[in-house]
């Protein structure tokens, strides 16, 4: 059964960019779509984006300008990175494993919590 | 705000049948599956519902969805203390080629 893993800094200063790495385990990226998703604190989820195998990229339009996400198959990886960040960036940001064209993540990463503060 | 419609809370007693909606649009649920997702806060969350009314291996069939227009429902029935915890919809969006999500519904067991 695949296993996702996010890691990275749980603090990040006001403009700064934050940066996420997510580890898969138990299976491949590829043939997948995979996805960042966050939580604000009291929120409900927000879609940030998805990256194929390929490397073909989709943004939410609403962070599209901040945001860059990209993968390493060799190591069954895939990152995050959104720049200029704001105390509204603070949330409980999720990896997850997708497929094209619905809303269906059959596998998700625990998620983990990022501060915005310097 | 969210660009899916939930309330933000439900309860029921243990045994009893509980639904939640959940609103959308012509761009999201009237053209595109709904899925449904239970989430305990600090922990992953797990597909409950895929297309529409489709239930994972796993999952009770305690637990059914259905859709109807631009809105959606998970019904709960039988219901057991375990299940209280967070409830998402969620469907495609042709607007946005992407996700979109509610904002989730917290279920108490009284």
């Known amino acids: 059964q695949v296993h996702l893993q996010e890691s990275g800094p749980g603090l990040v200063k006001p403009s700064e960019t934050l940066s996420l790495t997510c580890t898969v385990s138990?299976?491949?990226?590829?043939?997948?779509?995979w996805s960042w998703i966050r939580q604000p604190p009291g929120k409900g989820l927000e879609w940030i984006g998805y990256i194929y195998d390929s490397g073909t990229t989709k943004y939410n339009p609403s962070l599209k300008s901040r945001v860059t996400i990209s993968v390493d198959t060799s190591k069954n990886q895939f990152f995050l990175k959104l720049r200029s960040v704001t105390a509204a960036d603070a949330a409980v940001y999720y990896c997850?494993?997708?497929?094209?064209?619905?809303?269906?993540?059959?596998?998700w990463g625990q998620g983990t919590l990022v501060t915005v503060s310097s | 705000q969210s660009v899916l419609t939930q309330p933000p809370s439900a309860s029921g007693t243990p045994g009893q049948r509980v639904t939640i909606s959940c609103s959308g649009s012509?761009?999201?649920?009237?053209?595109?599956?709904v899925y449904w997702y239970q989430h305990i806060p600090g922990t992953a969350p797990k597909l409950l519902i895929f297309?529409?009314?489709q239930r994972p291996s796993g999952v009770p069939d305690r637990f059914s969805g259905s859709k109807s227009g631009t809105s959606a429902s998970l019904a709960i029935s039988g219901l057991r203390s375990e299940d209280e915890t967070g409830y998402y919809c969620a469907a495609w969006d042709d607007n946005v080629s992407g996700p979109v999500f509610g904002g989730g519904t917290k279920l108490t067991v009284l």
């Open positions: 997850a494993r997708g497929s094209g064209g619905v809303a269906e993540f059959d596998s």
């Open positions: 297309r529409n009314n």
């Open positions: 138990g299976g491949s990226t590829t043939r997948y779509i």
């Open positions: 012509i761009s999201n649920i009237a053209s595109n599956f």
